[in-house]
């Protein structure tokens, strides 16, 4: 009996539609990574790039436990003497609606050479209306 190794050749993608209403967000962005990296299919192989598109919607109104929406806080650096911004997710969400399940999928992907093309088939939007309706994304319940 032989294992067979999947080309990225024959790798072959499909698009999926997730809806972030009411969901935890940790929870919701390991299932968005699982997917992204290609876990999900049997045909699964280490070293190549077997995962799919991820369009996720209403991204403004994930959920999260406990008291994360005041607490929890994101660090970011200009690189400049002083140049420390913070922010917690409260305001982030305000700001940048779908900047915090990005940073939360993105810390949950493997750090290596393949992270940046995995995290550009993931596309993020705050309401219900997004541009991939030609591709026919499929809905899925994480």
Do not use: C
């Amino acid at each position: 009996m032989k294992t067979r190794l999947l080309k990225k050749e024959e790798v072959t993608r499909t698009w999926y539609l997730v809806d972030a209403t009411d969901k935890v967000l940790g929870r919701l962005a390991s299932r968005i990574a699982r997917i992204l990296i290609g876990k999900n299919k049997v045909q699964y192989t280490p070293h190549v790039d077997s995962g799919d598109f991820v369009v996720i919607i209403n991204a403004d109104k994930f959920h999260v436990t406990g008291k994360k929406r005041k607490d929890k806080i994101y660090y970011s650096h200009s690189f400049f003497p002083g140049g420390l911004k913070q922010i917690n997710l409260e305001d982030m969400i305000k700001k940048h609606p779908g900047r915090a399940i990005y940073h939360a999928v993105s810390g949950m992907l493997p750090k290596n050479r393949l992270r940046a093309k995995r995290l550009k088939r993931l596309k993020v939007y705050a309401s219900t209306d997004h541009p991939h309706t030609v591709q026919a994304p499929t809905k899925i319940e994480p």
